[in-house]
């Protein structure tokens, strides 16, 4: 049987359309080619830790001791992760220390400072809000104070 040419043709056209057709949706990748090489170090914009706070720390005498004094100016610094530093000036005497929140808690904390003459400040406290606190604060001889932090 001869087949003619024109109806061979016409075989090979649609054939060759229909592949066509079937490997439209295909994606060619090249062989041979390397892997892209990821740079060796890569530096990663790092966000700011918390930036500390510094509130005024006003003592007012509670007792009769600490009335010679009257009333005390100090400040807390908060470094944002539980502890802060302290200081007070009560008469001739620089105090400085550290305040730090009690364990499993968000809001009670306690502060201590060593006096440049040889005292010490022992203060207990509650932050009511982020910025503000009451407690007290009781010198080793004595005079006691109730504190007051924050604006």
Same mark, same amino acid.
């Given at each position: ?68 004094? %009257? ?32 364990? %499993? ?27 503000? %606190? ?18």
């Amino acid at each position: 049987m001869n087949i003619p040419r024109s109806v061979t043709f016409v075989r090979l056209t649609l054939a060759a359309a229909l592949a066509g057709t079937v490997l439209s949706g295909c994606y060619v990748v090249p062989l041979g080619q390397p892997a892209p090489v990821a740079p060796s170090q890569q530096s990663y914009a790092v966000a700011p830790g918390p930036v500390s706070q510094t509130f005024s720390a006003r003592l007012y005498p509670s007792n009769a001791e600490a009335a010679r004094y %009257g009333a005390v100016g100090g400040t807390v610094t908060n470094d944002m992760n539980g502890r802060g530093h302290f200081n007070a000036q009560i008469g001739a005497e620089q105090f400085q220390g550290e305040a730090t929140r009690v364990a %499993g808690s968000r809001t009670a904390g306690v502060a201590n400072a060593t006096g440049s003459r040889g005292g010490n400040l022992s203060c207990q406290y509650t932050m009511n809000s982020a910025t503000l %606190g009451s407690g007290q604060c009781v010198l080793n001889n004595g005079p006691a104070f109730t504190m007051h932090i924050g604006s």
